[in-house]
């Protein structure tokens, strides 16, 4: 008997919390770790400094880059992720290393062949700052680049500050867990495709749990030496933020990410990458809308064309048809879970035998998934293999909170 109320009163608490609206955090409600100057301008005096960041790595509506400078910090260069420093490169389009026209500053790019700081780049540098906004999913390729910062930092001895920011997607954790089998770029630890946690709470599970590793490669065989890292890491935390809370972003974390609607189905969305799908790249509305040109189940349709964010979108110039998702009230009915019924629905709906494509299990994470779609597996059915993972990585994740959890 107590077992059952037990049961019922943990379904009404889950089904209330998810019918709760989120609160909507905006810049004036929030001091990100980059604005509080007091915690960590101390540490940076009479320090040579490379700053890691983006578009988005913003103090009020200056760069952290300028505003350190302004500060008379002595910053020696800056390094750019995908999307280069600047933040306007496409979704996988190589970036070159260059100098920042606006302040004469070497720029590196940590994207393509050159994804982690070298000794050289960090030669003559005491510390380096890692500054970008986060959108709280795996394949969100942020994590990965400060994995490799964090182990550049390790190796060569220099102290790494990251400045850190709210996650949009911080109030849950959901989705299949990567494996090994298929680690890359698109995922490089063993976390829920949705892992619930900031950027700087990240680092230090990635410190704590010694996941930052070194390989080195022994002359004249096959054998690799791995070994375990820990990183000299301080995190400046945000105030006012928890994880119950969504963060409405003040500029774009990237270019196909225009607004707060497209931030919180990216988690669900992201996963037609791997799909004939477009999602909307080469329109003004990308990472809202589902459409292909062979859908005829819906009347919504959108025309993908080259743009100033997107050269060569998928379906260049044909019309897709399929299904707007702008209006999904993400925020007054919050699902806090990733949806599958899109993916379910336009796989049944298309019939092809090629609806997936060989990317989707480096998003997703594992090759299961792809398997339980094509065999029609219910969205139950699949959420229920989830589970065991989940548990077993919130147990990690409580570890290293730096914030409120979400209920």
Same mark, same amino acid.
């Given at each position: 008997m107590y077992?059952s109320?037990?049961?019922?009163?943990l379904f009404i608490?889950s089904f209330?919390?998810?019918?709760t609206?989120?609160?909507?955090l905006t810049?004036?409600?929030?001091t990100?770790?980059?604005?509080?100057f007091n915690e960590?301008?101390p540490k940076?005096?009479?320090?040579?400094?490379?700053?890691?960041?983006?578009?988005s790595?913003l &103090?009020?509506?200056?760069?952290i880059v300028?505003?350190?400078?302004?500060?008379n910090?002595r910053?020696?260069k800056?390094?750019?992720p995908?999307?280069?420093f600047?933040?306007i490169a496409?979704?996988g389009?190589?970036?070159?290393?260059?100098?920042?026209?606006k302040?004469?500053?070497?720029?590196i790019s940590l994207?393509?062949?050159h994804?982690?700081?070298?000794?050289e780049?960090?030669?003559?540098?005491?510390? &380096?700052i890692?500054?970008?906004q986060? &959108?709280?999913?795996r394949f969100?390729?942020f994590?990965s680049?400060?994995?490799?910062?964090?182990?550049?930092?390790?190796?060569?001895?220099?102290?790494l500050?990251?400045?850190?920011?709210?996650?949009p997607?911080?109030?849950?954790?959901d989705?299949?867990?990567?494996t090994d089998?298929?680690?890359?770029?698109l995922g490089i630890?063993?976390?829920?495709l949705?892992y619930g946690?900031?950027?700087?709470?990240y680092a230090?599970?990635?410190?704590?749990?010694a996941w930052?590793?070194?390989?080195?490669k022994?002359?004249?065989?096959d054998?690799?030496i791995?070994t375990?890292l820990?990183?000299?890491l301080?995190?400046?935390?945000?105030?006012g933020y928890e994880?119950?809370?969504?963060?409405?972003l003040p &500029?774009k974390?990237s270019?196909?990410?225009?607004?707060?609607?497209?931030?919180?189905?990216?988690?669900?969305?992201?996963?037609?990458?791997?799909?004939?799908?477009?999602l909307?790249?080469?329109?003004?509305?990308?990472?809202q809308?589902?459409?292909?040109?062979?859908?005829?189940?819906?009347?919504?349709?959108f025309t993908?064309k080259?743009?100033?964010?997107?050269?060569?979108?998928?379906?260049?110039n044909?019309v897709?048809?399929?299904l707007d998702?702008r209006?999904e009230?993400?925020?007054e009915?919050?699902?806090?879970q990733?949806?599958?019924?899109w993916?379910?629905e336009f796989?049944k709906d298309?019939?092809m035998?090629?609806?997936?494509d060989?990317?989707f299990n480096a998003?997703s994470?594992n090759d299961e998934l792809?398997?339980q779609?094509?065999?029609n597996?219910?969205?139950?059915?699949?959420r229920k293999?989830?589970?065991?993972?989940?548990a077993a990585?919130?147990v990690i994740?409580?570890?290293?909170?730096?914030y409120k959890?979400f209920?």
């Amino acid at each position: 008997m107590y077992k059952s109320l037990l049961i019922i009163s943990l379904f009404i608490s889950s089904f209330i919390s998810s019918q709760t609206p989120l609160k909507v955090l905006t810049e004036k409600d929030v001091t990100v770790g980059a604005a509080r100057f007091n915690e960590y301008l101390p540490k940076l005096a009479k320090k040579n400094v490379a700053v890691v960041t983006n578009i988005s790595g913003l &103090v009020g509506k200056t760069s952290i880059v300028d505003t350190l400078l302004k500060l008379n910090v002595r910053v020696k260069k800056i390094f750019g992720p995908e999307h280069g420093f600047r933040g306007i490169a496409d979704a996988g389009e190589k970036v070159k290393s260059n100098i920042d026209k606006k302040t004469g500053l070497p720029v590196i790019s940590l994207y393509g062949a050159h994804k982690k700081p070298t000794k050289e780049d960090l030669k003559g540098i005491d510390v &380096v700052i890692y500054d970008i906004q986060d &959108v709280g999913v795996r394949f969100y390729t942020f994590i990965s680049t400060l994995t490799y910062v964090m182990e550049a930092c390790a190796e060569n001895g220099k102290e790494l500050i990251v400045m850190d920011r709210p996650n949009p997607n911080g109030f849950y954790v959901d989705g299949p867990t990567m494996t090994d089998k298929y680690k890359s770029f698109l995922g490089i630890h063993n976390v829920p495709l949705v892992y619930g946690m900031t950027i700087g709470e990240y680092a230090l599970m990635a410190n704590g749990e010694a996941w930052l590793v070194s390989k080195t490669k022994v002359a004249k065989s096959d054998e690799v030496i791995i070994t375990k890292l820990k990183c000299n890491l301080t995190v400046i935390s945000v105030k006012g933020y928890e994880h119950n809370y969504t963060y409405d972003l003040p &500029v774009k974390p990237s270019p196909n990410l225009p607004n707060l609607t497209s931030v919180l189905l990216y988690p669900s969305l992201g996963l037609f990458e791997g799909t004939v799908m477009s999602l909307g790249r080469g329109t003004d509305m990308p990472f809202q809308v589902i459409g292909h040109p062979q859908y005829s189940k819906h009347d919504f349709s959108f025309t993908p064309k080259p743009n100033a964010i997107t050269k060569e979108p998928k379906y260049n110039n044909e019309v897709c048809y399929g299904l707007d998702l702008r209006n999904e009230r993400m925020i007054e009915n919050p699902k806090r879970q990733i949806q599958l019924k899109w993916l379910i629905e336009f796989n049944k709906d298309l019939k092809m035998d090629e609806f997936i494509d060989k990317n989707f299990n480096a998003h997703s994470g594992n090759d299961e998934l792809k398997e339980q779609i094509k065999a029609n597996k219910t969205e139950e059915e699949i959420r229920k293999s989830w589970q065991n993972d989940i548990a077993a990585f919130k147990v990690i994740r409580k570890k290293y909170l730096l914030y409120k959890d979400f209920e």
